[in-house]
């Protein structure tokens, strides 16, 4: 594991009881999310009901997305943050595991929900991370993700972040629309909706981006 990649894991285990306090109900609030998730159940379940949450932090989205249909499981780089995810949302099954070396066979999910997973890749990592999406959702599939727009560049935690008082820092890499769309199409993606919502603050709009795997489902 490289160092940014342990910081990475190191400041989500000091983090994970503060996203399972602060981040409760939040998507109750968030109906752009909703509305995207929604979309994405309604099409994966024409595939199968397999789904991942890749970067799934405490589970908060598995009860949603298996309220809509679909079986669930979550996978996050942070073993505090799975061991949160199997406390507050019992029931499903969590792995540790990098988001560029998924624990899935071959073409075996339906989907997969990237819900700010994406913002952690630095550029050397983007191919392969990109790619293993691919390896792992059957032709027919589909991929929802949530970002934030930029230029790709780093970012570091500012004066007055939220979770600066917990003493931990990690990249961030806010990506644009283009690069996303871009990267799905060399993995193999077709573009099928995207939306962004309007910058809040100091905050980036954040995006949102739905891509279908090409290929024969009957592959």
């Given at each position: ?5 342990e910081?990475?894991?190191?400041a ?15 998507l ?5 999310e ?17 789904v ?48 560029r ?17 994406l ?6 990592a ?20 949530a ?6 560049s ?21 990506l ?21 919502t309007?910058?809040?603050g ?12 090409t ?5």
């Amino acid at each position: 594991m490289d160092a940014s990649t342990e910081e990475l894991r190191d400041a989500h285990n000091v983090l994970s009881e503060w996203y399972a306090e602060n981040l409760v109900g939040v998507l109750e609030s968030m109906p752009v999310e909703r509305a995207m998730l929604d979309l994405f159940a309604e099409l994966t379940l024409t595939v199968g009901v397999e789904v991942a949450d890749v970067g799934c932090g405490t589970g908060r989205l598995l009860p949603y997305l298996a309220g809509r249909g679909l079986s669930p499981c979550g996978v996050d780089l942070s073993p505090g943050m799975v061991e949160v995810a199997r406390r507050e949302h019992p029931g499903f099954g969590y792995e540790v595991a990098d988001l560029r070396e998924l624990p899935f066979g071959n073409a075996s999910m339906a989907g997969v929900v990237c819900w700010f997973s994406l913002i952690f890749l630095a550029p050397d990592a983007r191919v392969r991370a990109f790619a293993e999406l691919a390896r792992v959702v059957r032709p027919g599939g589909y991929v929802v993700a949530a970002f934030k727009h930029g230029d790709g560049s780093g970012h570091r935690n500012g004066p007055g972040s939220p979770v600066g008082s917990l003493g931990v820092d990690f990249d961030r890499y806010w990506l644009s629309a283009r690069e996303m769309e871009d990267r799905f199409t060399a993995a193999g993606f077709a573009s099928v909706f995207q939306g962004s919502t309007p910058p809040e603050g100091t905050e980036p709009p954040y995006g949102y981006m739905l891509v279908r795997k090409t290929g024969s489902t009957n592959t």
